[in-house]
């Protein structure tokens, strides 16, 4: 290293100089490089050079290459702002790769590359998730409070008049009780009653879109993919109206329909008859994919997964069992109940099943594992269920509905987050998308009961847009027709697909003995030659064969039998060593 | 009591007038994008067939020669210029967005052998059968002026083949010697020869400029710097090549066709054995140019089809014949990395997309971005059973078909027949060869 003696000249010199020289005034085409300002500048990039050959690089040294030596501030926060470990969590997407030792070097240089690529896409997630615009709403009581004690309409006074308006009952005591569905993107509600009445309303701006009476017997009404279609399981066959009520089909191949779920990346219509029949529509062709007999007796009680798209059905005797439209079988079949299974609802994420059953019990189970996680007593047990977007369940008991918090987790039920008693007895019971809103059907009409903390509160307007125009609906029906995920891609775990297929070998091998025709690692069977003077009798032949029988597995068997002599031999040795070990002194006077 | 209810303003989620664009407030959140992989896959899928569905490669044709096309020449500074010789020695000077021929000139009696620019672009050079090589402007001559050439060199044998310096104003030729000539001068700065009695091909490296390779009659390639007195290396191969070409990305790369219906890359820096062997044309191969990126090559082959290779890959991604192009002698990419030019025997000059699905013209960003997305799906599902049973298939003529069917055939009868030879003889004595070394026979310094 130089020493600092001529480092300290030029410094001084540079000093001299600049008090010799007047200082020209500044203009304003002239930009800060004034020669005073600069040099020194430089000269502590000089020193910090020195410095850095001293000692490793760090980042304030380099910084003040830059700036001059008055503004010396550091940035107190240096670097990007960190993004918290759980909203990354948030948007992870499978685990890292762990590495291999022998993994290829080209290899190792993609899946390098990729997961640069995946992390990146990770955080900017992370990063516009600060930016979403609204907040989940919330209910909390005063001290000593309960908040299931509060009333809708202290609710509904306390807010602003557009959430106010939202708790509204429909008095329609002729044709009750009311089955009833949201739209996909919360916009629409459909209603249908027991007794024939078919009404389809957008809620938001309460306008009525259609209303009729099918003069039959309705089981239930759902919305197909966008709010110009919907189902009506009538009482002989299911048939199919327009927003205006007009009706565009009556299929006869579904009959005795109970129950529906619209599957809607799928495009799938699945239906629960009376006959226990579990049927599968495809709505955007409008053919039957598939018709599974399920020997289950009736089914009336129907759930959709929203994260694989597998149906579950409960079952009189207590079980539970899942479905995908290309396997005869059930994939899973679960006991939950000692009685009949009464209601089913399964959480967005896929991860929580909860199950009420005539035996008066409330079950949580967890749907990765087909673990029970927790269980309640309800006294009057719980007719319907359903889940929010934000995991708030609601229980329709009778004629009450109460909600619960914090359901999916291990920690059991507690006292409910609200409470909302009604007129009639309850049917059916569906949480608006994207809203606080639980929607109520029973005898005496519908219920609009506004939940504070139930829907997610930012939307994303290319999967479900509550205030998408005409156009953006009809461009978001090409979009999502084009990509509809065929009916045999309905599997337990929906990212398989995604995964390595480690086929065996086994599976390779029987896939290549299927496209050959043959087996090519099979031997050729031994034909012995044709020998002649009596020797290809047939003793002699079978003799013969015998000889080389299992001749390429005899040096196997060789190999395998040493080697167990080989072990034993071993093992013996040392017994005899742990023998020898535990010789006491007194042993040399044994004989 | 403490409430609060989730309450939007549709002002913030509608547009204000109906000149805006629609607002679309989005959300990652992985749980309101559900079955994430099977709706990727089936737009994978969707891409792919898309792809195929647009996939129409061939561009336009370019008539005018009256006997087969030897040679084309790109122009080093303009796009949209190609120089194409013939064998009954005529020259044309195209442009290629006219699709229109601009200049004819009768060159040479006999072949055009050869053809190469000045690195500058104001020239070119030709040689041909009548033992002469000829430079001409660039620049047509005015109206009512003879087409003459600028400088005409009279050889003793005939040439076969020509390449301009990248940088200096000296070109090499190929003959019976490979000789190095300065455009000052009538006679050769050099003549290298090594044992041959002929060469048919020679290329300047573009980034070394001053190291050049040939390709010789008696199945050899040579290296030679020009600096030098004496050729640097020589790689002789089972059967003889047709051409070369460098790979101007990394130029320590060269890639050369092969008469046994193979192309090989070579590393100049380890030539005894050939980094790929460029395998799937059913005739022998032509010619041959790498993409202006350095990461394809294309090739032209006796059995009337074009192949795309990737760089390092072993088979051909892409196939292009027409029914009514015959044996295609030369073939070149495009600098702006979007064309490929061809001249077959039956006169014509083709042009084809270099990305056979390639929207042309200019794109709009939204475009740009839906292209790049099904790129990469693509790219991403390329595994999947389906989607590359899709991506990969290619028609090819009937009797096309067969010929490599026959060669499958016998390939396999090969390895046969080498595996029973080993297996009925002692272990070790016939060491396992495999396909790269199959086809060096000696590297000689």
């Known amino acids: 290293m130089a020493a600092p003696m001529p480092e300290g000249l030029p410094s001084t010199h540079v000093e001299k100089k600049n008090k010799k020289q007047k200082k020209p005034s500044k203009r304003y085409w002239e930009k800060t490089e004034n020669p005073d300002q600069r040099k020194p500048g430089e000269e502590q990039s000089k020193d910090a050079q020195k410095q850095n050959k001293a000692r490793p690089i760090n980042r304030p040294l380099k910084r003040k290459k830059f700036e001059g030596p008055e503004q010396e501030k550091l940035d107190p926060f240096p670097g990007v702002a960190p993004v918290p470990k759980e909203r990354l969590q948030k948007f992870k997407r499978g685990e890292k790769y762990k590495w291999h030792p022998d993994t290829l070097r080209k290899l190792k240089t993609a899946i390098k590359f990729s997961e640069t690529v995946s992390d990146l896409a990770q955080d900017q997630a992370a990063r516009f998730d600060l930016l979403l615009p609204e907040d989940a709403g919330f209910l909390e009581g005063d001290e000593d409070e309960d908040t299931c004690t509060i009333s809708q309409d202290d609710i509904a006074d306390a807010v602003d008049i557009t959430s106010g308006s939202k708790y509204f009952n429909l008095d329609l005591s002729q044709f009750g009780p009311y089955r009833l569905d949201y739209s996909k993107n919360g916009r629409h509600l459909l209603l249908g009653g027991k007794r024939g009445h078919v009404a389809c309303i957008d809620w938001h701006s309460k306008d009525l879109m259609c209303e009729v009476n099918v003069m039959e017997t309705v089981n239930d009404v759902k919305w197909l993919h966008t709010e110009a279609m919907f189902a009506v399981a009538q009482k002989r066959w299911l048939y199919i109206y327009d927003s205006k009520g007009v009706e565009l089909h009556c299929i006869k191949k579904f009959n005795d329909v109970l129950k529906m779920q619209f599957l809607p990346y799928h495009f799938l219509l699945a239906t629960a008859s009376a006959t226990g029949f579990l049927q599968y529509l495809d709505v955007s062709v409008g053919k039957e994919i598939a018709a599974i007999c399920t020997k289950m007796g009736r089914l009336d009680v129907m759930a959709q997964n929203p994260y694989n798209a597998v149906i579950h059905l409960g079952h009189p005797n207590g079980t539970v069992s899942l479905w995908s439209p290309k396997q005869k079988e059930p994939l899973v079949k679960l006991l939950c109940h000692r009685g009949a299974v009464r209601s089913l609802a399964v959480d967005k994420t896929g991860t929580y099943m909860v199950t009420s059953g005539l035996d008066r019990k409330l079950k949580v189970y967890d749907i990765r594992t087909f673990k029970h996680l927790h269980s309640c007593f309800l006294p009057a047990g719980a007719s319907c269920l359903s889940l929010s977007q934000r995991g708030l369940l609601s229980v329709a008991t009778g004629d009450v509905v109460q909600v619960y918090r914090d359901v999916c987790g291990s920690n059991p039920l507690t006292k409910p987050y609200m409470a909302h008693r009604l007129r009639g007895q309850v049917c059916g019971v569906a949480y608006c998308p994207f809203e606080d809103v639980l929607g109520i059907g029973h005898g005496q009409g519908f219920t609009s009961m506004i939940v504070p903390g139930a829907g997610e509160p ?66 050729e069977p031994f034909k012995p030659r044709a020998k002649k003077k009596g020797r290809s009798s047939a003793g002699a032949v079978e003799r013969r064969k015998k000889k080389v029988a299992y001749e390429d597995q005899r040096d196997v068997i060789r190999e395998s039998v040493q080697e167990k002599m080989e072990k034993q031999k071993e093992l013996e040795e040392k017994a005899k060593a742990m023998e020898l070990e535990k010789k006491t002194a007194l042993d040399r006077f044994r004989k | 009591m403490k409430v609060k209810v989730l309450c939007r303003n549709p002002d913030d989620y509608v547009r204000e007038t109906t000149r805006d664009i629609q607002r679309v407030p989005r959300n990652y959140d992985p749980t309101l994008h559900p079955f994430e992989v099977p709706r990727e896959y089936t737009r994978a899928l969707n891409a792919t067939k898309l792809q195929k569905v647009f996939a129409k490669p061939f561009v336009a044709s370019l008539d005018g020669h009256r006997d087969g096309i030897s040679c084309i020449v790109k122009h080093p500074k303009s796009l949209s210029t190609v120089i194409s010789g013939a064998c009954d020695g005529e020259v044309k000077v195209w442009n290629l967005s006219k699709r229109e021929c601009l200049r004819t000139v009768q060159a040479h009696e006999g072949f055009v052998r050869g053809m190469c620019s000045r690195f500058c672009g104001t020239s070119f050079f030709t040689v041909g059968d009548d033992k002469t090589i000829k430079q001409w402007n660039m620049e047509a001559p005015g109206y009512g002026v003879r087409d003459e050439p600028i400088n005409t060199i009279l050889g003793k044998t005939v040439f076969t083949g020509i390449d301009h310096h990248y940088k200096e104003g000296t070109f090499a030729t190929c003959g019976q010697t490979v000789d190095i000539w300065d455009e000052q001068r009538s006679s050769p700065l050099r003549s290298f020869s090594w044992g041959v009695d002929s060469f048919n091909c020679v290329r300047f490296n573009p980034v070394e400029t001053e190291l050049l390779a040939s390709c010789g009659s008696d199945r050899s390639i040579i290296l030679y710097d020009t600096r030098e007195a004496a050729p640097l290396r020589k790689v002789i191969m089972k059967m003889r090549n047709n051409t070369l070409s460098w790979n101007q990305m990394e130029a320590y790369y060269f890639v050369c066709a092969n008469e046994d219906y193979n192309l090989y890359t070579y590393d100049i820096r380890y030539l005894d054995i050939p980094v790929t062997v460029h395998m799937d044309h059913v005739s022998a191969v032509l010619d041959v140019d790498y993409s202006p990126t350095g990461r394809e090559l294309v090739s032209a082959s006796f059995d009337k089809t074009i192949r795309i290779f990737g760089k390092d ?133």
């Open chain 2, 313 to 445: 890959a072993g088979h051909s991604r892409e196939v292009y014949h027409t029914k009514r192009m015959q044996h295609v002698i030369c073939v070149r990419w495009s600098a702006d990395n979007k064309y490929i030019m061809s001249g077959s025997d039956e006169m014509n000059i083709r042009l084809w997309k270099a990305n056979a699905s390639e929207k042309l013209g200019l794109l709009s960003a939204r475009e740009k971005a839906a292209a790049n997305y099904n790129k990469k799906l693509i790219e991403k599902f390329q595994y999947h059973p389906q989607v590359k049973r899709i991506a990969t298939y290619r028609h090819l003529p009937r009797e096309l078909l067969r010929q490599k069917r026959e060669q499958r055939e016998m390939k396999l009868a090969q390895r046969r027949k080498d595996v029973n030879i080993r297996k009925h003889s002692k272990p070790g004595s016939i060491p396992v060869v495999t396909e790269k070394e199959k086809h060096v026979v000696a590297v000689v310094e």
């Open chain 1, 458 to 523: 930012n939307f994303d307007a290319l999967d479900a847009n509550p205030y998408r125009s005409a156009k953006q609906r009809q461009e978001w029906e090409v979009k999502a027709l084009l990509e509809k995920v065929q009916p045999d891609l309905i599997v337990l775990d929906p990212g398989e697909l995604g995964k390595i297929d480690k086929a065996t070998f086994e599976q390779r091998h029987k896939r290549k003995v299927e496209s050959l025709g043959f087996d090519p690692l099979g031997k």
